[in-house]
Nanobody, 121 residues
């Protein structure tokens, strides 16, 4: 199996910055697309950003120009740099990846446990 462990959430004032990290570990054969989703209270989970193994990125319109996604393939780790944070960015942020493990067949989708980001003065 593949486990995703997130870190870096917390409380920040509007206009501030946070950096989220997510490391994949376990019985990994290969990790493919990695990304971040978020879910605010009473709302559906939405894609924030995703990055392929070759560095192609996809960001939600609401975060373009403020958030940057990157990854370290050697460490199977994805990062989300969040700048100019707004109160509407408040949500639980979930790491996600598509990966092949050494113990289960085929490509599977994995989720982290989530990390809270709160933007408030």
């Amino acid at each position: 199996q593949v486990q995703l462990v997130e870190s870096g959430g917390g409380l920040v004032q509007p206009g501030g910055s946070l950096r989220l990290s997510c490391a994949a570990s376990g019985s990994i054969f290969s990790v493919h697309v990695m990304g971040w989703y978020r879910q605010a209270p009473g709302k559906q989970r939405e894609l924030v950003a995703a990055v392929t193994t070759v560095g192609s990125t996809n960001l939600a319109d609401s975060v373009k120009g403020r958030f940057t996604i990157s990854r370290d393939n050697a460490k199977n780790t994805v990062y989300l740099q969040m700048n100019s944070l707004k109160p509407e960015d408040t949500a639980v942020y979930y790491c996600n990846c598509n990966a092949r493990s050494t113990v289960l067949p085929g490509m599977r989708n994995y989720w982290g446990q989530g990390t809270q980001v709160t933007v408030s003065s």
